[in-house]
């Protein structure tokens, strides 16, 4: 999608703090922390939200979440984290390219904040 901002992060059009690449998904900081560790995980194939995954797409989704698993290992994370998808505009999605925040560094409660 040419006018998505995520799709251009993806490009390099847009600069990004990289956490994590390969050929299916990138993951990079948020640019407005919510903890002391708060990054993104996108999959380069455009999927507009959780309500747009398929038995054709899904691959990504669950291709990211074993890259969190494996950065949450690798960035010692041990003390647990978060991971939060916003679906729709009353669920706060701003950005309409699925992405999963992952964050963790802080305690968190339940079900906001
Ligand atoms: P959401 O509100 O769930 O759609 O999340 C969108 C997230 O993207 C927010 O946490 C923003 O801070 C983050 N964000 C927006 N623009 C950028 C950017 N250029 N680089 C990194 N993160 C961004
Ligand atoms: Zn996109």
Redesign the pocket.
């Known amino acids: 999608m040419s006018d998505c901002?995520f799709c251009k992060?993806i490009k390099g059009e847009?600069p990004?703090s990289k956490v994590y690449e390969d050929d299916m998904c990138y993951a990079?900081?948020?640019?407005?922390p919510q903890a002391p560790t708060h990054f993104?995980v996108i999959p380069k194939e455009h999927i507009s939200s959780a309500a747009e995954i398929t038995a054709e797409n899904s691959v990504y989704v669950s291709h990211i979440f074993e890259v969190i698993a494996k950065l949450a290992a690798e960035k010692g994370m041990t003390d647990g984290f978060r991971v939060v998808n916003?679906c729709g505009e009353s669920a706060?999605?701003?950005?309409h390219h699925i992405?999963f925040?992952v964050m963790s560094g802080r305690a968190f409660t339940w079900p906001a904040g």
């Open positions: 901002l992060i847009i990004s990079f900081n948020d640019i407005s993104l916003n706060g999605q701003t950005v992405h925040h």
